[in-house]
């Protein structure tokens, strides 16, 4: 996974002089953008938070054998990847619409994903009960709210305004999805090996790094709400 | 940052006199030398843990465009949230488990001493800091303070008491405040500067 990550960054971060000028006068045109497909898709990664929702899942889906429980799982993701998708392209459309800047998308992007990143790192209470265990989970609660939540939907409809390639933001989302699959395929084992304190720890790890990507966010779209409001009254 | 800061941070974060309630109480059916037979074997497998996790981050930091000035922003407000949780503590269930089961790495080398808020930080701290010799030094440093407290856990609640313990993380908590705040405006001077 982490090999794959390494080779696609490589390609898609070019930017010179030039390019740092140009965007000063004319911030929307003629960018190219320093997020990478695998920073996107670590950043979808982290807030799918794949780790922290396996043992709620775990609990879902105890009444039913271990080959149905990865069938259910594997049904939840494909449906959740669907909603993924949609969003992204709604994101496009409606921001554009609300005629956002990219200044702005980049600072509340950066406040939404510190709020939840807060939220990962001292989480609620968890409740498991669920009405009835037996029926099988359809759509809700696995693949939405759980995994293709208001936190992930949200994220992807900033990204999507903001970055110009559909194709960088696909990869991104399917990376981050399989990787995601992955983890909750395994996560019966996982949650044999690290056990369930195991799994909190890594999901409040995983929060705190997403603090950081919240707080590069947020700087990046001030210094360039700053240059930029800096630079009108010349122009 | 010199060695001395860095290796005093480390320390502070793990921890150890929070952790020597959790330890005896988990450990209190096993005679004292089996005691600090694990609590040694479970220190070792977290020291290689947080090493793990100090090579782990600079790759994963660099991958993600992290600039100074957000590492020492998010650092931080990241060291501010950690500090409160030491002096507002929540209470802790250590039960939970079944205590006659010989704890091997859950709960005790993880998340207890390599819990998420280190091995945050030393991520954190392994890429703002170019010297790698540097850092595996305060690790090491840091580690072997908190073995030396945690094997002398029993000795030093017979002495201090439970309150006493309580208090000392307390002030721990305090100072470490002291140090994210620091480091948040840090993080605003770099950032103005650019």
Not at chain 1, 45 to 69: C, R, T, Y
Not at chain 1, 183 to 190: I, K, R, T
Not at chain 2, 136 to 153: C, D, G, K, P, V
């Amino acid at each position: 996974m982490g090999a794959i990550l390494l080779l696609l960054m490589f390609p898609i971060n070019k930017k010179s002089d030039d390019c740092d000028r140009i965007r000063l006068c004319c911030p929307i045109h003629h960018r190219e953008s320093p997020v990478t497909i695998a920073s996107i898709a670590f950043t979808l990664f982290l807030i799918m938070n794949s780790l922290g929702m396996a043992p709620a899942i775990l609990v879902l889906l105890k009444h039913f054998d271990e080959k149905k429980q990865r069938k259910i799982i594997l049904r939840e993701m494909l449906i959740a990847l669907l909603i993924i998708f949609l969003f992204n392209y709604l994101g496009e459309i409606f921001f554009q619409w609300l005629q956002v800047g990219e200044t702005t998308i980049q600072m509340a992007g950066g406040l939404i994903l510190f709020l939840i990143a807060i939220n990962m790192i001292f989480p609620r209470s968890k409740k498991h009960e669920t009405s009835e265990a037996n029926v099988d989970p359809f759509i809700v609660p696995i693949a939405t709210p759980l995994i293709a939540g208001p936190s992930l939907l949200a994220t992807v409809m900033f990204y999507a305004h903001e970055e110009p390639s559909v194709l960088k933001m696909l990869l991104a989302i399917l990376i981050a999805w399989a990787a995601s699959t992955i983890v909750l395929l395994s996560a019966p084992f996982l949650k044999k090996i690290i056990g369930e304190r195991g799994l909190n720890a890594f999901e409040r790890l995983m929060g705190l790094i997403l603090t950081l990507i919240a707080v590069q966010m947020f700087l990046e779209g001030l210094s360039g709400f700053l240059s930029h409001s800096l630079a009108q009254p010349k122009t | 940052m010199s060695l001395a800061q860095i290796a005093v941070t480390f320390f502070l974060i793990m921890d150890p006199l929070g952790n020597i309630p959790l330890f005896i109480s988990l450990l209190k059916d096993f005679e004292p030398k089996r005691q600090q037979i694990i609590i040694f074997r479970e220190l070792v497998i977290a020291l290689a843990v947080i090493i793990f996790f100090n090579f782990l981050g600079n790759e994963i930091l660099s991958l993600l465009h992290i600039t100074q000035a957000t590492v020492q922003l998010a650092g931080g407000i990241i060291l501010f949230l950690i500090s409160l949780q030491m002096i507002f503590p929540k209470h802790q269930h250590p039960h939970a488990i079944n205590p006659k089961e010989e704890p091997f790495i859950v709960p005790l080398a993880i998340p207890l001493v390599a819990g998420p808020s280190i091995l945050g930080t030393v991520m954190i701290y392994a890429h703002q800091e170019e010297d790698n010799l540097k850092m595996t030094a305060a690790i090491f440093i840091a580690w072997a303070a908190s073995t030396i407290l945690l094997l002398l856990s029993s000795w030093l609640k017979k002495i201090l008491g439970d309150r006493v313990l309580i208090a000392a993380e307390r002030l721990m908590g305090l100072i470490m405040t002291i140090l994210a705040v620091d480091m948040f405006n840090n993080g605003i001077v770099t950032f103005l500067k650019r």
